[in-house]
Antibody
Framework: QEHLVQSGAEVKRPGSSVRVSCKAS????????ISWVRQAPGQGLEWMAG????????MYAQKFQGRVTLSTDESTGTAYMQLSRLTPEDTAVYFC????????????WGRGTLVIVSS | DVVMTQSPLSLAVTLGQPASISCRSN???????????LNWFQQRPGQPPRRLIY???DRDSGVPDRFSGSGSGTDFTLKISRVEAEDAGVYYC???????????FGPGTKVDIK
């Protein structure tokens, strides 16, 4: 079964940006929709944005519009989420989630990337 | 916007006993294709969420059959027929599918095993 492998933890200064990667173990996102979900320490889950790499279709939660940039490297089967203008409130574990955009029959998550924003 | 609520927010269950979590939405979740994309996720400490149930009552591959989902319209339920130690964690009801987004998460129900 497909796995999603995320990049390692990051520590960032307020006002900077972070880029988190999510690599498909099968090497391609050809039939995937990818979502990014975050979880602040001790808190619930929050959807940030989603896209279909093969079509370039992207949707953002209004809260993150203008601060989140999604991209992919098709050659390596890697998706990226960049979050800019970081504040301490962005300290969270960031998850990528994947599944077919055609149906709902499978669901796979990366293990999460901890991003700490601190001065 | 869709808002999901859950009850209870925490639950202590004796090993081997049943457990039930309710989820309610503030509006009908029937989608344009007539499906209801209501999911249940389990999250153990330090782990990513794991989907257990999708489209109200379909179990994901590898999910034990002691987990079942039901409901319609705006009211949904996750039931665990006989709780096991490994079932401890937080359970989220979630509205949405892979495409189009968004995903709307409930607040979570923390399940402890006695």
């Amino acid at each position: 079964q497909e796995h999603l492998v995320q990049s390692g933890a990051e520590v960032k200064r307020p006002g900077s940006s972070v880029r988190v990667s999510c690599k498909a173990s099968g090497g391609t996102f050809s039939s995937f929709a990818i979502s990014w979900v975050r979880q602040a320490p001790g808190q619930g889950l929050e959807w940030m944005a989603g896209f279909i790499p093969v079509f370039g279709s992207i949707m953002y939660a209004q809260k993150f519009q203008g601060r989140v940039t999604l991209s992919t490297d098709e050659s390596t089967g890697t998706a990226y989420m960049q979050l800019s203008r970081l504040t301490p409130e962005d300290t969270a574990v960031y998850f990528c989630r994947g599944g077919s955009y055609r149906d709902d029959t499978f669901d796979v998550w990366g293990r999460g990337t901890l991003v700490i924003v601190s001065s | 916007d869709v808002v999901m609520t859950q009850s209870p927010l925490s639950l202590a269950v004796t090993l081997g006993q049943p457990a039930s979590i309710s989820c309610r939405s503030n509006q009908s979740l029937v989608y344009s294709d007539r499906n209801i994309y209501l999911n249940w996720f389990q999250q153990r400490p330090g782990q990513p969420p794991r989907r257990l149930i999708y489209k109200v009552s379909d179990r994901d591959s590898g999910v034990p059959d002691r987990f079942s989902g039901s409901g319609s319209g705006t009211d949904f339920t996750l039931k665990i027929s006989r709780v096991e130690a490994e079932d401890a964690g937080v359970y989220y009801c979630v509205h949405g599918t892979h495409w189009p987004p968004p995903l709307t998460f409930g607040p979570g129900t923390k399940v402890d095993i006695k």
